[in-house]
């Protein structure tokens, strides 16, 4: 058993002696919130570059900035690309569908948005208005994350990050393999 656990690359890397390979990703977090921070923070520690994005610049003005590797105010092809993922941290913000349409039209690897699946999401009545095809918005994820029952900020953070390392790794997520 000890000479099969120091071949395996999984039990090397829980050592810390085969750091995983991972291409380039970026995560971009829209909209000022604490989830958005605690995503930043997150993904750094497993290898995104991150961005934040508000389309409110006074609200970026005081942002917390110190996991953010870039800031801006508007999506661009400059920092979403097809490794770039995309979560939309608050739903009942009243640019959601701008900034959605937006995104839409990015080459985006993944877009998802915060919110209760209880709920019938209004942004997508939205971007029907707009002229987005149904084709195009089945493109977002709701709810994003894994259901792990979060309670807070953190939590969120932490389902959301893990459902995006499944989705990269083609996994379902949860305990079934």
Known sequence: MADEQRTDPSCAMTRGENPPHVGPR????????????????????????????????????????????????????????????????????????????QTLRLPARWIGVIGSPRHPPAYVAELRQMGVPDGVIARIHRPAGLNIGSASPPEVAVAVLAGLIADRNRRPGGFLF
């Open 26 to 101: 970026t995560l971009v977090t829209v909209f000022d919130t604490p989830v958005a921070t605690y995503l930043q923070h997150f993904a750094r520690d497993v290898g995104f570059r991150t961005v934040l994005l508000d389309p409110d610049s006074d609200r970026l003005s005081w942002a917390e900035w110190r996991y953010a590797d870039h800031v801006t105010t508007l999506p661009s092809e400059d920092f979403v690309d097809r490794t770039t993922d995309v979560v939309m941290t608050d739903h009942e913000r009243p640019e959601l569908g701008k900034v959605l349409e």
